[in-house]
């Protein structure tokens, strides 16, 4: 028996992972240059299921990350360019009267994909962005009272700019709380960004990444992150720190426990990536930033003040005591 008392079974399978795991890193980061850490990050938050949500200014390649990861995936792809005339219809589908058959066909809408890219998510209204949130949770859009379910693996990649207002509609609590992850990706160093001119000199773009792995290959990995063993012990851990910002003065909306749960799968899928059949305190901590912060929401005069919900939970972070692990007799 291992730490987490699994058997070789599990541990067989989290090797696997593991493989599987730097096998895409590397293909993201041959296009992606100069930023593992994000790319880890993110393939962390695809390999949980979880939707990821890449926020930063224009130009640094936010859209690039989404169709390279999409690209990596040997599954169904479609992009949704979010616009403030975009409908709810052309997210979820219509139903579409068939004289021929004389009866209403439903015509699937762009979310009936393995992975949507939703690109600039909050230039469509908050009618249009309302559309995802079924699916994004469900996964299965509802028309005309009738359920249709979307691919699975199912995952929406969104980008948005957080500088650039006009035209823009700030992404509701309940739209932030159904990502997984937040990210970012900041400038590139200059070695990086001589790589990045590089290859746009030479005409490559983010569809000629090879796939590396299948949806089939996918699913496993989702299903071998869910079997990683959180001790009772972690769990309370996390829970003690998601509930904790529910009692800050600086918040108007702390962490819901649906931001409980998305910390405990993203825990479960890096303690995988890194060949543990086991999630450690160090695990949560590593994850804590990208899952909590976007749903941790200030109070307008904490933003004044210039407080971040980052430096928030960092805080939290260094105060929560962390639970003592044993090895399982």
Avoid at 10 to 17: E, K, Q, Y
Avoid at 129 to 139: D, F, G, K, N, W
């Amino acid at each position: 028996m291992d730490l987490a008392g699994n058997g070789a079974g599990l541990a067989s399978r989290v090797s696997w992972f593991a493989q599987r795991y730097e096998d895409l890193a590397r293909n993201v980061e041959s296009f992606i240059r100069g930023k593992p850490d994000v790319i880890r990050r993110a393939l962390v938050c695809m390999l949980a299921e979880g939707h990821l949500l890449i926020d930063d200014v224009p130009g640094v390649g936010k859209t690039s990350l989404a169709k390279v990861i999409a690209q990596s995936i040997a599954g169904s792809m479609l992009r949704i360019q979010f616009t403030p005339d975009l409908l709810p219809s052309d997210v979820t589908g219509v139903q579409v009267y068939d004289a021929s058959k004389r009866e209403f066909v439903f015509h699937p809408g762009a979310v009936f994909a393995n992975i949507v890219l939703g690109d600039e998510i909050n230039r469509a209204s908050p009618k249009t962005q309302s559309a995802l949130l079924e699916v994004m949770a469900e996964r299965q859009v509802t028309v005309d009272s009738v359920p249709y379910p979307v691919p699975r693996p199912f995952i929406v990649v969104a980008t948005q700019n957080p500088v650039e207002h006009g035209g823009t509609y700030d992404l509701p609590e309940a739209q932030l709380d159904r990502f997984m992850m937040r990210t970012s990706i900041g400038y590139p160093d200059h070695d990086a960004e001589v790589e990045v001119v590089t290859n746009g000199a030479q005409g490559r773009t983010p569809e000629q990444v090879q796939p590396v792995m299948t949806t089939d290959e996918m699913l496993e990995m989702t299903k071998i992150a869910g079997q990683v063993y959180l001790a009772p012990a972690i769990t309370s851990y996390l829970v003690t720190i998601t509930a904790a910002t529910r009692n800050l003065a600086e918040l108007r909306l702390g962490v819901s426990p649906r931001g409980s749960l998305a910390l405990a799968q993203a825990s479960q899928a890096y303690a995988a990536a890194q060949g543990r059949t086991f999630v450690t305190a160090d695990d949560v901590k590593a994850m804590a930033p990208s899952v909590l912060a976007h749903r941790a929401i200030l109070k307008p005069e904490a933003e004044l003040q210039g407080r971040t919900a980052e430096e928030l939970l960092e805080n939290i972070l260094a105060s929560v005591p962390v639970p003592q692990q044993r090895a399982a007799v």
